[in-house]
């Protein structure tokens, strides 16, 4: 991995990933559509370059000299397969065709373990996608069609299925600095978390490795959603934490879903969201660090929430579904 091209490199992973980049020594080109979020990146050896998933000319740019790409950008919500399709399954499309027609040697894809439908075993590396939400639908269709293009290609693809990933900067912890979290369900499913750190630090060896095939990874402990507040309860006591009935928080997201779908931008008050929060995703530990013979910097949100309360953001940060500027 000489030179990297970077996409979504301005949003929660995307920040961590270039910062991990330049740590390792590498000058990370970013792709990014809002030149106004460029400045989050203003403090690193990155070449930054304004470009749009649906322009294949800004593309075609970004992509010269590129011999890897680690690609993130996307809308990032659970909404209608609608609304996701055009960068979530024609963006990537577009990119990892362009990618391979300009010689890209490897190609990792930021999926979700949203692809799986949830299950009580841990999900391992051959358990079969098989989404209930629109998003997931949208990130396999995605995984198959660079896929395909890698099997008529000579770019490998590493589809990696992250799971939840927190950090000071995820809308959750904005949430939590305000002093109150709403959570729509019974909190007894499992979820696999991964610190932000250890999401950048995952894709960026994978990059460096020339990792391939498709796989969830997460943290060393899957645990449930109640006791990933409980530890948050326990050393944040001004957190409120508000818990709504399952059925109730999917009534009112549809009755909210169509009113927020009328903007252009990004909503969380949606039916999938519902659905996500309550499916059960455990994840079998070591999934690819054993493969890249690493292990995360922390194995557990027992490790990484802590450190969440202990860091700060270095800048105003904005969450990108938050941020209302275009331009």
Known sequence: MDRVLVTGGTGVIGVELVEELCRMGFRPRVLTRRPHRAALLSSYPVEVVHGDLSSEASLRRALEDIDTVIHLGARASFESYRRLKPTIVDGTVRLGQLAADSGVDHFVYSSSLFVYGGQETPIRSDTPALPVMDYGRAKVEAEDALLDISA???????????????????????????????????????????????????????????????????????????????????????????????????????????????????????????????????????????????????????????????????????HPLQDRRSA
């Open 152 to 318: 008529r290609s000579a770019m490998t693809v590493a589809n990696v299925r992250l799971p939840h990933v927190y950090g000071p900067q995820s809308i959750l912890f904005q949430q939590v600095r305000n002093g109150i979290a709403i959570f729509p369900g019974k909190m007894g499913n499992r979820c696999g978390q991964l610190h932000v750190a250890d999401a950048a630090r995952i894709l960026a060896q994978i990059g460096l490795a020339r990792w391939t095939g498709s796989s969830a990874v997460s943290d060393g402990e899957t645990v449930t959603w109640s006791e990933f507040f409980s530890i948050l309860e326990e050393l944040y006591p001004r957190l409120r934490l508000v818990t709504l009935p399952s059925w109730f928080a999917y009534a009112g997201a549809t009755v909210l879903e169509p009113l927020a779908s009328r903007r252009s931008r990004p909503t969380l008050y949606t039916k999938d969201t519902v659905v996500g929060f309550n499916l059960d995703l455990p994840v079998e530990p070591g999934l690819i660090w054993e493969d890249l013979g690493i292990e995360p910097h922390y194995r557990s949100v027992h490790e990484g929430i802590p450190r969440v309360l202990d860091g700060y953001v270095r800048y105003r940060w904005r």
